[in-house]
């Protein structure tokens, strides 16, 4: 039986997996591999494919999850905080490009209505190929991806209002009024029901299935409220990648979005790749051949009013200067929403085939650009920036924003703890005790929902999944513990921790000492079986590698032990995080007080002590009191209560802490 749609998948995974094989070799995007994929193997390339509307539909399910990851990794909570970026900034964006364009193509003698109808098209972005972009950088929560994920809503939510007006803009008569007062009530019981579900109905539903421990009917629930969410939307008219954004949204609200992600990101890689390959099956490579100086000279064109009208609507808003600029910068192109509508303008008339073949030119050409524009406009907003200063222009800022953006940074120079039970938790108390940030990773829905009621920062999810390493920003950890009993999950963490961080301090907990070489073999720092104290020799190692006293270690050891170990059975109310220097964290250093007044170094110059020939020590620092004297002087006097931090061989540090004691 010969199956048409199998043979073209086949096909297209095939050259997929040539090219974007041979463009990683050059450290270029995959994305740009996937569109020129479809320019090869297209009815305009190779002619290789037939079931080209078979191959779309898949394409239009990769850009649905696309939405649906984007729409778990935010909150209700911080689209509201973006209110005024998607409605205002975005109104800005789309209406001066569609002024802007329509202006363009009239004085270059077209009619007024396919100018305006061009317009639509020249101002909505590529949300797949932003995000993906942004994601892939981990930049998704940055401000000016923020400022771009907020804008791009804007584009989908207006253009249903757009294929709406297009009819009445090519002529056609029809009640445009009665249909947007329909949509108008459509979107307002979609937003009631969003609202409802997300608040009440699927964290607890969400909660009873992690209870079954099932990944199978986890992922069938998580895909069920993606595809529900989406055909609700667009069965009142709305696109349906808002509806899986909306369903994204949804899903983030329960303690159970990192897990959900991390299973549907394999499918959402394979889906989004049908859709870049379906885009560049649309290019006509003669056409595109015969017309090379037109189309980049509207290229650039695009680039250079697309990216200066952004960055003024976002300016608008008075965020800063570099933000301002990098939102531009990441929204320059032409998006796929612009392909439907292109369809839409054909059908009316407000399209010809030769004005559909430039504008589909220089809408993939902007895709494939969009990559490389994202990684280099860091550098191009910094040059920006250095010019107006020299011309004499101020940047755009407003202290609050900066606060509140540098309020919501990811944890950096952290702990984190996979696993949340006796030792997890012990664990997690003593952190809190001594000011560190840490994070905890935990598969049990119960605890996740009770811990997190307590303000624990704990996250539903398995730690052998690399999303959810990437989500507690291992890379930037300091620290990392597995207290978890099941040894063979024990050692796939491991070798998912180690293939994020080599250089990771990792501490695990095992059963037996017979367990201990393997996971050594495997990349653990520190293995502590349980037959061993094992709560207190985790928790003074972890505190050990963060530079707290080796005095104020061992007082805490001792008075653990001598009060029954209250400090583990009660709440800690959790102080203000210090986060020490991440500087230090690559040297073999700890940090020692001189708590005694009658040893041989008190009183004494360093000059005179000499503790790099006679100890093998090097003093990096001395906190005396409240202060940090990191200059040391050879004639500097150590004093009862000062707390050196020094660096040297282990065997030598722990001989000069016998002395000072």
């Not at 990684?375 to 800022?397: E, H, R």
């Not at 007080?593 to 003093?619: Q, T």
Request: charged letters at 15%.
């Amino acid at each position: 039986m010969h199956l048409p749609l199998l043979q073209d998948i086949l096909i297209l995974l095939v050259f997929s997996v040539a090219i974007v094989f041979g463009l990683q070799k050059l450290k270029l995007p995959s994305i740009i591999g996937f569109l020129l994929t479809g320019v090869v193997i297209g009815p305009y390339g190779l002619s290789l494919i037939e079931a080209v509307e078979q191959v779309e539909t898949l394409s239009e399910i990769g850009v649905i999850l696309l939405l649906f990851v984007i729409g778990m990794e935010l909150s209700i909570k911080q689209l509201v905080s973006i209110k005024k970026t998607v409605f205002i900034g975005g109104f800005f964006q789309v209406g001066i490009t569609v002024a802007v364009s329509a202006l363009i193509y009239y004085l270059l003698g077209f009619s007024w209505n396919e100018a305006v109808f061009v317009g639509f098209l020249f101002s909505l972005s590529s949300t797949a190929i932003v995000l993906k972009t942004l994601q892939d950088r981990h930049e998704i929560s940055a401000p000016h991806a923020r400022n771009a994920l907020a804008i791009l809503i804007f584009q989908d939510i207006i253009v249903v209002p757009m294929m709406l007006v297009t009819p009445m803009i090519a002529g056609e008569s029809s009640n445009i009024g009665v249909s947007i007062l329909s949509l108008l009530l459509k979107s307002g019981i979609v937003v009631v029901i969003t609202y409802v579900s997300a608040r009440y109905i699927v964290p607890r539903l969400m909660h009873a299935v992690a209870k079954t421990n099932s990944k199978e009917l986890f992922l069938l629930v998580t895909i069920t409220i993606c595809f529900a969410v989406a055909f609700l939307t667009s069965e009142a008219g709305l696109s349906l990648a808002l509806g899986a954004f909306l369903a994204g949204l949804i899903v983030s609200e329960s303690e159970y979005s990192h897990q959900a992600t991390s299973i549907i990101l394999p499918f959402r890689e394979l889906f989004t790749s049908f859709f870049f390959v379906s885009v560049g099956m649309l290019l006509d490579l003669n056409f595109f051949l015969n017309n090379i100086p037109i189309i980049l000279l509207l290229l650039v064109t695009v680039l250079i009013l697309k990216s200066a009208i952004t960055a003024g609507a976002v300016a608008i808003l008075k965020y800063p200067a570099k933000t301002v600029i990098l939102t531009g910068l990441s929204l320059f192109q032409v998006g796929e929403f612009a392909f439907i509508l292109s369809k839409v303008g054909i059908e009316y008339g407000l399209l010809t085939t030769e004005t559909n073949q430039y504008f589909l030119s220089v809408s993939i050409l902007s895709m494939i650009l969009t990559p490389f524009v994202i990684i280099f406009s860091g550098t191009i907003a910094d040059k920006l920036i250095g010019v107006s200063k020299k011309l004499g222009l101020n940047g755009t800022t407003d202290p609050e924003i900066d606060y509140e953006e540098l309020d919501n940074q990811d944890l950096e120079n952290h702990l984190v703890i996979i696993g949340y039970g006796v030792n997890g938790s012990n664990l997690a108390k003593a952190a809190a005790a001594n000011n560190i940030p840490y994070v905890v990773i935990e598969i049990d829905a119960e605890k996740v929902k009770r811990e997190k009621q307590k303000g624990v920062p704990i996250i539903f999810a398995d730690a052998t999944e690399d999303h959810i390493l990437e989500t507690v920003r291992l890379s930037y950890a300091r620290v990392a513990v597995i207290a978890i009993s099941n040894h063979v999950a024990t050692q796939n963490i491991i070798k998912s921790i180690r293939s994020h961080s080599d250089s990771l301090y990792l501490v695990v907990r095992t059963r037996y000492v017979k367990q201990t070489s393997e996971l050594f073999a495997l990349g653990a720092d520190e293995v502590i079986p349980e037959e061993f104290e094992t709560s207190v020799q985790i928790f003074t190692h972890v505190l050990q590698n963060f530079l707290v006293p080796e005095d104020d270690i061992e007082h805490l050891v001792e008075n653990i032990r001598a009060d029954n170990y209250q400090l583990f059975k009660g709440e800690l109310k959790r102080p203000k995080t210090y986060r020490p220097n991440k500087e230090l964290a690559d040297f073999n250093i700890t940090c020692l007080r001189m708590s005694s007044d009658s040893n041989k170094f008190i009183g004494k110059p360093l000059s005179e002590l000499n503790l790099r020939a006679k100890y093998g020590i090097n003093v990096l620092g001395i906190k005396r009191k409240n202060n940090m004297l990191e200059s040391i002087q050879p004639d500097e006097i150590m004093i009862q209560g000062d707390v050196l931090y020094i660096q040297g061989n282990q065997s030598k540090i722990e001989q000069f802490h016998k002395m000072i004691k």
